[in-house]
């Protein structure tokens, strides 16, 4: 008896997987040569899963008796998974525009904190910033995201430093994601600076004795999911020691490990995280040998961001000693006030050209290992059927553009509950509408973007 489904792609140029048999990352000869598919289409059901991929006259066949709410002609486009990024500090008030002139001036990371500003200048806009105003200014960058491919982040709170504040930032991120606009991972990151007057012992305390225990009781009434904890394990801002305490804590609640480590000195924070059974380890721009190793042996995965090291003119992160070694490479955008970037294939594109990653490389590093960073690899980051109808449309035969021009816009989206259609469109092409209006969705035409 025929049924009915969600959505049609139908005749894409080309169908970009990613992986094929329910990889959860790739690594070493796996990520030379992606799973593609040509002249392939596409069916997503009406609970949001894909149920069908294949060569497009077999998918016409299989489903000639089938009825779908959408049908939408790919031809001469290319289908992906929709981006995964996979480190972002999204929610904050204050803006610090006032520091680039400090950078260019010659101050470093540590000389702006030290005095007051970066995370600390953030913290005290954020306190005094109503949850109103930080769920509206929130919104409006998870738009942005959005309008560069990204369906999935990953979203720190952090800004607070005080249970009270942190809290606030949660319940933004938390409304967000009831909202489901986008895929949201949630992060508690108390531990992302020392608060005024406190030693990084004293602040440990504090979270472990009172804010741990009051995510876990919200975590079980239900009130708020939070996914993973973080810390910034650094030099004058959380030692080892600390830092191995929190995570700790948190792993022992049930929190997936996913923290910032060996960003701006050697403090062995990727052999601590490999011990931990971190899921993630962020930065990484002076990891040692050892630690690379140790992530190699532990599947802890690396979220590279290169936005942060042109920004704060810092070393690049060395991707290649770590792709050869086996480390599981992701990326991520590093949103914050300080690195201000929205746009995964502008980190793909930097990848590629600052750390010397291929563009395949880059694809799955922003997609499914960026998935498996957070944890969601099961569900996310490739296009193969059970999975997530998350997905992307580029007016392009082949997806390699994307890591070519760093550059795109969204010029519309398709959304139904569990489902996420974006249509995006190189800047280096003319700036027509992907596709003629009589193919496309009528909702989709009342909510293209312009």
Known sequence: MAGGHRLLLENARQVVLVCTRGERFLVGDALRSLAVLEGASLVVGTDGFIKAIGPADAIQRQFSEETFEERIDCSGKCILPGLVDAHTHPVWAGER?????MKLAGATYMDIHQAGGG???????????SEEELFGSFQQRLQCMMRAGTTLVECKSGYGLNLETELKMLRVIERARREGRIGISATYCGAHSVPKGKTAKEAA??????HLPKLKALGRDGEMRVD????FCEKGVFDLDSTRRILQSGKEMGLQINFHGDELHPVKAAELGAELGAQAISHLEEVSDAGIAAMATARCAAVLLPTTAYMLRLKQPR??????????VALGSDFNPNAYCFSMPMVMHLACVNMRMSMSEALAAATINAAYALGKSHTHGSLEVGKQGDLIIINSSRTLSLE??????????YEKTHTMLYFIHEANKNLEVPHAPGNLPEEWERTKLT
Request: net charge negative.
């Open 205 to 210: 305390d504090d979270i472990i004795k009172n």
């Open 404 to 413: 070519c021009t760093g550059n795109t816009t969204v010029h519309g989206c």
């Open 119 to 129: 995370i600390n200048f953030t913290v005290e806009r954020t306190r005094e910033a």
């Open 228 to 231: 993973n904890i973080d810390v």
């Open 319 to 328: 991707a290649r000693k770590m792709l050869d070694e086996g480390v599981i």
């Open 97 to 101: 525009v006032h520091e680039f002139a």
